[in-house]
């Protein structure tokens, strides 16, 4: 955070810089990274037309890229295999397992060159807007799927998914009795299990965070 605190203003509890003065001082301060791949953090720091910046949301975009440095123990701006894990380890905040290191190093090496370089990185975090194309992290979907994802696989089951959509459904059920969350149980597996045939491939029986 220290390049956003030196340019940014405090305003009702938050922080704010303007994009344009945050991209000089990142370009000033990391110079070892690739031009494409800071005018990419810029379009999506840019996206819907901001022009001003929230240290939150500045957090939320830095925070992958300060991780995929930290692992990068070469400092070639590309992981292996091994060090991938470490970058979901560190990420995440828990060991994540070498079943899922594998499926996404094939989700993004989009080269197929064995390793992930940071613009790949960035591509595979990035969800796009269905109307405008333009890339955009979807980091509250995200946080949502870590918090869910119980055994760090990378996946969502079943009994998992129904978690989640208790927990979403939450401002409605918070008042119901033990009695009332045994009859509307039911109903929250259908509905996983009807969404789980909409969402899972033929091969996998979970849901995949991408």
Request: net charge negative; proline share 3%; aromatic share 10%.
């Amino acid at each position: 955070m220290d390049i956003f605190e030196e340019c940014s203003v405090e305003f009702m509890d938050d922080t704010y810089t303007e994009i344009a003065i945050l991209r000089k001082e990142i370009a000033k301060r990391m110079p070892h990274i690739n031009k494409e791949i800071l005018d990419r953090l810029y379009d999506i720091m840019k996206y819907d037309g901001q022009m001003v910046m929230k240290g939150r949301d500045y957090l939320q975009i830095m925070l992958p890229m300060a991780c995929f440095s930290a692992t990068d123990i070469n400092d070639d701006n590309e992981l292996d295999i091994s060090e991938l894990k470490n970058l979901f380890w560190l990420l995440d905040g828990k060991e994540p397992e070498n079943a899922r290191v594998l499926k996404e190093m094939g989700a993004i090496d989009r080269d197929g060159g064995g390793t992930v370089d940071r613009l790949e990185w960035i591509m595979y975090l990035v969800s796009p807007d269905p109307e405008s194309g333009a890339s955009y992290f979807d980091f509250e979907l995200r946080n949502s799927f870590l918090h869910f994802d119980e055994d760090a696989d990378g996946f969502i089951d079943l009994n998992e998914f129904i978690e989640f959509l208790k927990q979403d459904t939450r401002m409605y059920t918070s008042s119901a009795t033990h009695e009332d969350m045994e009859k509307i149980n039911p109903t929250f597996l259908k509905k996983a299990r009807e969404m789980k045939r909409n969402l899972c491939t033929e091969t996998s029986n979970d849901y995949n965070e991408r």
